[in-house]
T-cell receptor
């Protein structure tokens, strides 16, 4: 089945710094790829997604590009804010196109003023 | 306008005492999922319902059961909780089963086993 490996945290940054969180995957075919965010005390929210190779998902200043050559889907943001402090999860379907997701281990981001 | 609602937010139960967690949704989605998230770990899928069809993950312990009496509600029953079952339990929904149907999560129920 499919699997995902995510950069370990925690990541600590100052406000306005550049963020990269690495995510690589192994999969049969070319499944959709997702980033979810979990703010303190809350459930997960979909941050962005990409459905095919070379697609770029973007939302709230975050971007991730589906790169089949390197089987990666790294999350980036040019200038982080304190409000971005959260845990970020990379995810893809367990197998095929079915919507049962497996998640990476999560990367905790702490942004300081 | 919460769309996936989990109650309670915090649940404390005793070792071996059955406990039920509940989830309701106002999205009228066909699919409902239960995930277990232990501290500092990724959420792990326990099972899901597509309408009334129940789908158990192969490695979900028999101690965990689920019920979906109607479209809006889904329950997670833990028959005999052990200390290792302490976790955040996340309910999620999706309109369909394709990977183009994003999951909508509730805020979770944090279960403590004493």
């Amino acid at each position: 089945g499919n699997s995902v490996t995510q950069m370990e945290g925690p990541v600590t940054l100052s406000e306005e710094a550049f963020l990269t969180i690495n995510c690589t995957y192994t999969a049969t075919g070319y499944p959709s790829l997702f980033w979810y965010v979990q703010y303190p005390g809350e459930g997960l929210q979909l941050l962005l997604k990409a459905t095919k190779a070379d697609d770029k998902g973007s939302n709230k200043g975050f971007e991730a590009t589906y790169r089949k050559e390197t089987t990666s889907f790294h999350l980036e943001k040019g200038s982080v804010q304190v409000s971005d402090s959260a845990v970020y999860f990379c995810a893809l379907p367990l197998s095929g196109g079915y919507n049962k997701l497996i998640f990476g281990a999560g990367t905790r981001l702490a942004v300081h003023p | 306008d919460a769309m996936v609602i989990q109650n309670p937010r915090y649940q404390v139960t005793q070792f071996g005492k059955p406990v039920t967690l509940s989830c309701s949704q106002t999205l009228n989605h066909n699919v409902m999922y239960w995930y277990q998230q232990k501290s500092s770990q990724a959420p792990k899928l326990l099972f899901h319902y597509y309408d009334k069809d129940f789908n158990n993950e192969a490695d979900t312990p028999d101690n965990f059961q689920s019920r979906r009496p109607n479209t809006s509600f889904c329950f997670l029953d833990i028959r005999s909780p052990g200390l290792g079952d302490a976790a955040m339990y996340l309910c999620a929904t999706s309109r369909g089963t394709g990977s183009d149907s994003p999951l909508h999560f509730g805020n979770g129920t944090r279960l403590t086993v004493t």
